[in-house]
């Protein structure tokens, strides 16, 4: 009766860690979400725009004011402008916009180039409109690209690469350097780029977000995706946006428009005042900078060898030293019998390629923080 679209795909490696957390009461340091409460004054924005009225269908692209504050705010940051009549729509989360952006521009044959270990959306999309993935496998620990394999690996029926910095789920980060490369060989091959920034405001230590905006070659032909849901602390609002030149967006837009039309008004509006105060995600890599230092601190003289994260709220654990487990059967094992859930990564790379790593996400309060590491500083090797 029904030909699966997707038959390879199981439930997402975060529903079930999650689900196995809750089952066996173990401290969920697994799907990435923090354990803080949203701003109560945003929050209280959410409010009030129920109660000013703005309970009805928002305009198809968002609420023309928020997509000027995020048109403001690519400017100040990274330079360039988007018109926000026409170049930025309001998605719900980042998801709904890497959806649309593979929706509206990959075809059958169409050959897309992904990173591995890659955030699970990325495949599965492609695939659902008879697009074909190319994995290029980066390697840890520090998860670098080898630009050369890339150039080899794009075909006459490459149409696009998606990357993701700061990256999902190693922390590490794309240089300027690599943002050069990319942009040189995508304008030598005409290729699009899907450029996953939803970590642009976690990033650590003197590094600096290499934004696919701030490269006029790469911003002519980029879609750029945010989410609130990360910078906000608020992952459950599924709020997020996407920029890209008109040519594009107007493209975007069609299949949007099919997809959702419009995302939830109130929210909207109470993200266009909150946005206004730069200093709410502008503070937000030394806030999380913090808790990593705090935790990297507590984890001294565990078991794990640990390269400090360098963006993101995710920190891997590499535990080759421990246990000669898989990822999957380590992670498992952890949530079972020690109470703490993280997620194998194996699961997000090429051929579920198994390098000894697991992540924990740190976006908690320091108690959990703190009860985290007592558990995993107890686990030796056996
Ligand atoms: N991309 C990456 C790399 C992510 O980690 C996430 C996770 N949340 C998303 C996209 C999706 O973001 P959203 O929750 O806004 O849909
Ligand atoms: N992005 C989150 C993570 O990496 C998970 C989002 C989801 O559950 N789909 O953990």
């Known amino acids: 009766m029904i030909n699966s679209k997707l038959p390879n795909i199981e439930t997402s490696i975060f529903a079930k860690m999650s689900k196995m957390a809750a089952e066996h009461n173990a401290l969920n340091l697994s799907q ?8 109560p004054v945003l929050n209280a924005l959410v409010d009030q725009a129920m109660r000013d009225g703005f309970n009805q269908y928002a305009p198809m692209q968002g609420d023309f004011e928020l997509r000027m504050e995020i048109s403001k705010k690519i400017e100040n940051l990274h330079n360039p402008f988007y018109n926000p009549e026409t170049e930025i729509t309001i998605t719900a989360g980042a998801t709904q916009a890497i959806f649309t952006v593979i929706a509206a521009t990959i075809s059958k044959n169409d050959e897309v180039i992904i990173f591995t270990p890659a955030y699970d959306c990325y495949a599965p999309t492609v695939e659902l409109f008879g697009g074909k993935v190319v994995p290029i496998q980066l390697k840890p620990p520090f998860y670098t690209v080898d630009w050369q394999e890339v150039a ?19 922390g590490m980060l794309f240089s300027k350097d690599d943002m050069l490369q990319l942009q040189n060989l995508a304008e030598k091959n005409d290729l699009l780029v899907l450029s996953d920034e939803v970590y642009e405001h976690i990033i650590f230590d003197e590094n600096v977000h290499q934004s696919a905006s701030k490269f006029p070659q790469l911003v002519a032909r980029s879609f750029v995706t945010g989410s609130f849901g990360k910078t906000f602390h608020n992952t459950g609002w599924k709020m997020g946006y996407c920029a890209a030149p008109e040519k594009l967006m107007k493209e975007f837009q069609k299949v949007h428009q099919f997809v959702v039309f419009c995302v939830n008004h109130p929210f909207q509006k109470a993200f266009a005042t909150y946005l206004k105060d730069a200093s709410h995600y502008l503070k937000l890599s030394d806030f999380y900078q913090q808790k990593r230092d705090f935790f990297l601190h507590l984890m001294e003289g565990s078991n794990f060898k640990i390269i400090p994260s360098r963006g993101t709220y995710f920190q891997m654990l590499d535990f080759s030293e421990i246990s000669k487990e898989s990822d999957i059967a380590f992670a498992e094992r952890l949530t079972k019998k020690f109470k703490i859930a993280t997620i194998p990564t194996s699961v997000f790379n090429e051929s579920g390629k198994d390098f000894k790593q697991i992540r924990i996400c740190f976006a908690k309060t320091d108690q959990t923080l703190a009860e985290a590491a007592t558990i995993l500083k107890k686990i030796n090797s056996q």
């Not at 990435?32 to 701003?39: E, I, L, Q, R």
């Not at 080899?152 to 190693?170: G, Q, R």
Request: charged share 20%; no cysteine; proline share 15%.
């Open 32 to 39: 990435g979400f923090p354990n803080f409460p949203s701003d």
């Open 152 to 170: 080899d690996k794009i075909s006459s029926k490459t149409k696009m690469i998606i990357i993701n910095s700061p990256h999902n789920p190693s």
